[in-house]
């Protein structure tokens, strides 16, 4: 069983940067691939960035490549997601979710993950 919490959302003016964080509890999420979702109001949930459980696979949403950045330090437990250049549209709340995957894959579905978060939002002003 993993719990995840994840913080470090707020209210930035576009152009601006976040960096999420995803707490986990449990010994066994160093071997447990990682992501974020974002869901904005009235809409479904959308991927935005996977990292396989060793950290060495990342995938990310053609919107955010080259602005974004997931990582995870399986010592502390934790999974990032740097966020720069945010744009107004980017407004949502964004979700970790994790789950047992073979070491390199990355997961990009939600239907693929059984952990989640309660989620943290991101405002971005215009």
């Known amino acids: 069983q993993v719990q995840l919490v994840e913080s470090g959302g707020g209210l930035v003016q576009a152009g601006g940067s976040l960096r999420l964080s995803c707490a986990a509890s449990?010994?066994?999420?160093?071997?447990?691939?990682a992501a974020w979702f974002l869901q904005a109001p009235g809409k479904e949930r959308e991927f935005v960035a996977a990292?396989?459980?060793?950290?060495?696979?990342?995938y990310y949403a053609d919107s955010v490549k080259g602005r974004f950045t997931i990582s995870k330090d399986n010592a502390k437990n934790t999974v990032y997601l740097q966020m720069n250049s945010l744009q107004p549209e980017e407004t949502a709340v964004y979700f970790c979710?994790?789950?047992?995957?073979?070491?390199?894959?990355?997961?990009?579905?939600?239907?693929?993950?059984?952990?989640w978060g309660q989620g943290t939002q991101v405002t971005v002003s215009s």
């Open positions: 979710a994790a789950d047992r995957s073979p070491p390199i894959e990355v997961l990009t579905t939600p239907s693929r993950y059984n952990y």
């Open positions: 990292i396989s459980w060793t950290g060495g696979s990342t």
């Open positions: 449990g010994r066994t999420f160093s071997i447990y691939a």
